[in-house]
């Protein structure tokens, strides 16, 4: 069993930069991020592979967004820059069996997930 503890999130105003960061318990293999606004559906933001070689973006965070990891520490972090008012949600990471996962329903472990508040 794997546990994901996130942390990094809060309030920013648009224009500005958080980052967010995701210890695991054990090994893992892909891990991804993912968020969640109000009345809205999970979706994915940034997804990377075991090796941190590929990664995948939703098209809405390209070019603002990164998400590398350290397998020696086991987190995973995403860096986030300028962040708009559209970009609130709560974020979780999560992470899969695989070493490639590139859809939500490829991963099996979730963290508690960390509000990150954009005002304008």
């Known amino acids: 069993q794997v546990q994901l503890v996130e942390s990094g999130g809060g309030l920013v105003q648009a224009g500005g930069s958080l980052r967010l960061s995701c210890a695991a318990s054990?090994?893992?293999?892909?891990m991804g991020w993912f968020r969640q606004a109000p009345g809205k559906e999970r979706d994915s933001v940034a997804l990377?592979?075991?090796?941190?070689?590929?990664?995948n973006y939703a098209d809405s965070v390209k070019g603002r967004f990164s998400i590398s990891r350290d397998n020696a520490k086991n987190t995973v972090y995403l860096q986030m820059n300028s962040l708009k008012p559209e970009d609130t949600a709560v974020y979780y990471c999560?992470?899969?069996?695989?070493?490639?996962?590139?859809?939500?329903?490829?991963?099996?472990?979730w963290g508690q997930g960390t509000q990150v508040t954009v005002s304008s």
């Open positions: 990377i592979n075991w090796s941190g070689s590929s990664t």
């Open positions: 054990g090994r893992t293999y892909a």
């Open positions: 999560a992470a899969s069996r695989y070493n490639s996962a590139w859809s939500l329903r490829s991963y099996d472990y």
